[in-house]
């Protein structure tokens, strides 16, 4: 039987947007107030509008503990939360996301655009690499993300994604039936991710 995993902090990544529907935002909340109820700790990218506002909102309401952190560029225009736990001010996009992924336990996609998408398929990477060994899950709310599921479920067809490496992908509705998935998720051993032909036939 295999032992559970503890999260101590749960990156999640969203929409600094709130989209057209009202269940993103109320799902997103939903989400914040479970994970700190559960006594996790929230990371996130530290904005206070759109997704991550109402996440954060929600956590902090339920007397969470928030972890935001932002480039100083950001923090700049004034989209930064002022009423976190902790905000971690970076100098680069690329600083926010390295220690993000070295304060989380675990990442969830909500929906989101290009950072949001930047930032999931980047941890992707990264436990495909072996660099980490932390479950990746996505929040599908509304079938948002069935089409990039599909793209996923192709590239293994195509064979351009292995077949291990797709069901690294954890993706449920419901925040609650996520985390339990995620909990349970099998630590996947990396041992060569380019088959050796492959790597013969590279320039």
């Known amino acids: 039987m295999r032992n559970s995993r503890v999260f101590q ?17 109320e799902t997103a909340a939903a989400l914040g107030r479970l994970i700190a109820e559960r ?12 997704l991550m506002g109402a996440m954060a909102d929600a956590a902090l309401g339920a007397n969470g503990r928030v972890i935001g952190v932002m480039p100083q560029s950001l923090i700049d225009r004034e989209v930064g ?33 290009h950072g949001t998408l930047d930032e999931f398929c980047e941890v992707l990477t990264w436990a495909q690499l072996g660099i980490h060994s932390k479950p990746c899950g996505i929040l599908n709310m509304d079938g948002y993300y069935d089409s990039l599921l599909a793209l996923f479920d192709h590239a293994v ?28 998720a099998p630590v996947v051993a990396v041992s060569k991710w380019i088959a050796p032909a492959a790597q013969k036939a590279m320039p």
């Open 9 to 25: 902090r749960l990156c999640v990544f969203c929409g600094s947007s709130s989209g057209h529907r009202a269940s993103y935002r």
């Open 39 to 50: 006594g996790i700790e929230l990371v996130y990218g530290g904005g206070h509008v759109g």
């Open 81 to 113: 939360h002022a009423g976190l736990s902790d905000m971690r001010i970076v100098g680069s996009m690329h600083e926010r996301k390295a220690l993000m992924v070295e304060l989380a336990d675990g990442f969830i996609a909500l929906p989101g655009g």
């Open 157 to 184: 067809d195509e064979g351009f994604l292995k077949a291990i490496h797709r069901d690294m992908i954890i993706a449920e509705p419901d925040p609650a039936t996520l985390l339990a998935r995620m909990e349970e």
